[in-house]
């Protein structure tokens, strides 16, 4: 059964930059979409960046339009592990984060919550103004 175990969550200033990882293990994954998502109270979860990668590699990156040219996901090759390289923080970037996981590559522009096997517990992520 696949784990996801997320970490690297925190209080940061506006403007400040902040790296979420991701670890997943018990499934072997040939083909795959990770994505990392945020939600704040009320409102529904929201796709922020989701990357396609098979054994060899990374195969394809997307981003919402509010977190291009700021945020950027990333796959380790060595280790099992994805990243969201946060920088320039803002406010309205103040959401509990999460990771999903599933088989398959998903070619929309966003990965929509409801394509997700797996979710991570979430990390919080403060930004203060």
């Known amino acids: 059964q696949v784990q996801l175990v997320e970490s690297g969550g925190g209080l940061v200033q506006a403007g400040g930059s902040l790296r979420l990882s991701c670890a997943f293990s018990?499934?072997?994954?040939?083909?795959?979409?990770m994505g990392w998502f945020r939600q704040v109270p009320g409102k529904e979860r929201e796709s922020v960046a989701h990357?396609?990668?098979?054994?060899?590699?990374?195969?394809?990156?997307y981003y919402i339009d509010s977190v291009k040219g700021r945020f950027s996901i990333s796959k380790d090759r060595a280790k099992d592990t994805i990243y969201l390289q946060m920088t320039r923080l803002r406010p309205e970037d103040t959401a509990v984060y999460y990771c999903?996981?599933?088989?398959?590559?998903?070619?929309?522009?966003?990965?929509?919550?409801?394509?997700?096997?797996?979710w991570g517990q979430g990390t919080q992520v403060t930004v203060s103004s």
């Open positions: 018990g499934h072997t994954f040939r083909t795959a979409a």
């Open positions: 990357i396609n990668w098979n054994l060899e590699g990374a195969v394809s990156v």
């Open positions: 999903g996981a599933r088989d398959g590559w998903v070619l929309e522009t966003t990965m929509a919550p409801t394509l997700v096997s797996t």
